[in-house]
């Protein structure tokens, strides 16, 4: 089962900021955060991890609280075609657990 | 240009019928995945491997085999022991993390097998 929570659904206006949040209550000491993203028919797209720290790259800012039970994705300046599905994910082990994830409408 | 290709992009078989479905690579990835997606679900793992001449069962899986003979080549076979083989289905590889590091996996296209 996957270890995480994220709401099921959200819109955000175009060159808003989208922020998703992601529940990981259970997460253990060494296991990082993953998301991805997946457009309508295609394979997923990575997008960034951390693990305890902030990080950012070209795509997006990941925040995760101290405890690390909980995170969020920021997509700062969002676009039409960041309507996708975004998955978080905490790696277990090898392998990489999918949940539901957090389908995200752009709108003009 | 290098890259995850999955043929063919949508499939038609049988009920009863074995089916190969194609996943090959030339990004010298030593990891690759497949992954069963149903609609409104997120993926869930059949089989992965994470060297030429050995793999491990995910998730998912009863129904189907893999083999990993090539390095680059990782087919997966839907068999007609599995009940409800109608989905999407997306093959991805990754680099072997080193020192504990994390390797992203890239996903290929994804071929949409329907069962009739």
């Known amino acids: 089962d996957a270890k995480t929570t994220q709401p099921t659904s959200m819109d955000c206006a175009e060159g808003r900021a989208a922020n998703l949040p992601c529940n990981h209550s259970?997460?253990?000491?060494?296991?990082?955060v993953y998301w991805y993203r997946q457009i309508h028919s295609q394979g997923p797209q990575y997008i960034i991890h951390?693990?305890?720290n902030n990080e950012t790259n070209e795509m997006a800012s990941l925040i995760i609280t101290e405890d690390r039970k909980s995170s969020t994705l920021i997509l700062p300046h969002a676009t039409l075609r960041d309507t996708a599905v975004y998955y978080c994910?905490?790696?277990?082990?090898?392998?990489?657990?999918f949940g539901t994830g957090t389908r995200l409408q752009v709108f003009p | 240009d290098g890259g995850i290709t999955q043929s063919p992009k949508y499939l038609f078989r049988k009920e009863g019928q074995n089916v190969t479905l194609s996943c090959e690579q030339n990004?010298?990835?030593?990891?690759m995945y497949w992954y069963r997606q149903d609609p409104g679900q997120g993926l869930r793992l059949i089989y992965y491997?994470?060297?030429?001449?050995?793999?491990q069962k995910g998730d998912i899986a009863e129904g189907y085999s893999v083999s990993r003979e090539k390095k680059e080549s990782f087919p997966l076979t839907v068999t007609s022991a599995q009940k409800n083989p109608t989905a999407f289905y997306l093959c991805?590889?990754?680099?072997?993390?080193?020192?504990?590091?994390?390797?992203?996996?890239?996903f290929g296209p994804g071929t949409r097998l329907t069962v009739l």
């Open positions: 991805a590889s990754s680099g072997v993390p080193a020192g504990g590091s994390y390797n992203e996996q890239f």
């Open positions: 259970t997460i253990s000491g060494n296991e990082y």
């Open positions: 951390g693990l305890k």
């Open positions: 994910i905490v790696k277990d082990t090898d392998k990489l657990i």
């Open positions: 990004l010298n990835h030593d990891a």
């Open positions: 491997s994470q060297i030429v001449n050995d793999f």
